[in-house]
């Protein structure tokens, strides 16, 4: 793979934004309202679907023109390319000189991803099989504690070892008929504490996942409760009571984990794009082998999608070019992701990982700063929950937040009244963000309700909202396994691609390494076995005012 961009493709890429800025002095001369007013078939033209899974981006501020732009810089910088690239296996990862091929965990038997001239299809279809033989041997209770059937289960792990099961786990909580699942991450020992005071060891197993089985929160945690089960069951018990997930099988085992009980993955598998690898056990454990391979069948599907789809119907494209529009054209540093689905109330968790981790990088691939700002703050709550807490500064704070509503069409539950409102307060959202309500029409509405001319006049700018506030809406059938698989690799292609744009390594992490050395360093100092004067007069200080106060 060719790192460095050739002069040609840079010029050209400048020359996309030359024209996408000139688009931007066009289009912003209208609101969307205006927009909408002025073309009925606004929806149409600027909303694309998949297999009932339908992407609405016309509520944002660019038109059919900007689109063509858009997808213009996409074919210039080379995003096809670098797809079927990261698809054939070359080491797109270029820090870390690694594959990037997440794709591979959810291939098809019969499909070929191939890594340093070995197709890697079997070996994810053999620790699939294992990884089912002990999941369901877990589910019926013939894998079981010292105490019996295993009740409890806890995924030990951090960052991507942690937010993708978790998140998924909570999200695919109807079709959860396996024993209760339970996720420790921080290194606060109250996470851990807290998770085991209602838990009989005798019936609870650990799984204990780390991609480099080095990472300090996992492996502290995974101590002390291998301290909990020997305290309670004796040291010959921990063999029963627990199982890992790593790319580090000889540390699994010097852990004392025997070899039947780890579950392998591989370096091209990055920590936040794990969840389809054993990273899913416990989410396998929940739902059954079934359901979980029904959802690494819906991420599959995304994958063909986006592999072949035209751009301009490419949902991953079409999601991460608006993005790039709302990001560099129009200037905007944040987005919010705003699911109506309470089950999905860790999913901005997740996708802070997937985003932040992914595409937060101040240099290109070449190492040269970049020309331009990357990936936005990424943020969220489920609603209805976020209108009645920070919706009013996103329709009338001094900031354009642009978001992402997500909602299924069917609810898992059968009483309609509650779903009804949900999508009608979802859809709501969107069109009060699109539409705003200019000073005249709250002047209007006050002047109804009886007020006074000068009560009008006093609050009519209170009442009035901006409007022409961009959001995409992102609907699907039903939150079930597939659909879900379907969504997470929707946002992983989208990250992938506005990666691509910018010219950035989207599969390494070097900016969370400095803090972690740095703790290491500053661990003896806390401790009190070092003396911290050599260190700031801040940090030093709050080490000692931390001392004082114990
Ligand atoms: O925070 C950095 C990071 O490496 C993430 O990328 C990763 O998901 C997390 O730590 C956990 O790493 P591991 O699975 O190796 O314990």
Redesign the pocket.
Known sequence: MTVARTAATAAAITDAFATLRAERDRVEAHTMRDMFAADPSRFSRLSASDDGLLLDYSKNRLDTAAMVALLDLARVAGVEERRDAMFAGEKINVTENRAVLHVALRATQNESYVVDGKNVVEDVQSVLAAMSKFAEGVRDGSIAGTGGRFTDVVNI?????DLGPAMVTRALSPYHDGPRLHFVSNVDGAHIHDTLADLDPATTLFLV???????IE?MTNAATARRWIVAALGEEAVGAHFAAMSTAIDKVNAFGIDASRAFGFWDWV???Y?VWSAIGLAVMIAIGTKNFRDFLAGAHAMDQHFRTAPLDRNLPVLLALVGIWNRNVLGFPAKAVLPYDQRLERFAAYLQ?LDM?SNGKRVTLEGAPVTMPTGPLVWGEPGTNGQHAFYQLIHQGTDVIPCDFLIAAKAHETDGVHHALLLANCFAQTEALMRGRTTDEARAELAAEGKVPAEVERLASHKTFPGNRPSNTILYKTLDPYTLGRLIALYEHQVFVQGAIWGIDSYD?WG?ELGKQLALQLLPMVDGRADPASRDSSTAGLINAAASLR
């Not at 996942?209 to 990472?215: M, Q, V």
């Open positions: 792990g951090i960052g991507g070892s996942a780390s991609k480099t089985f080095t990472t996992t990055g920590g936040r794990s990982q981790e992490q969370v």
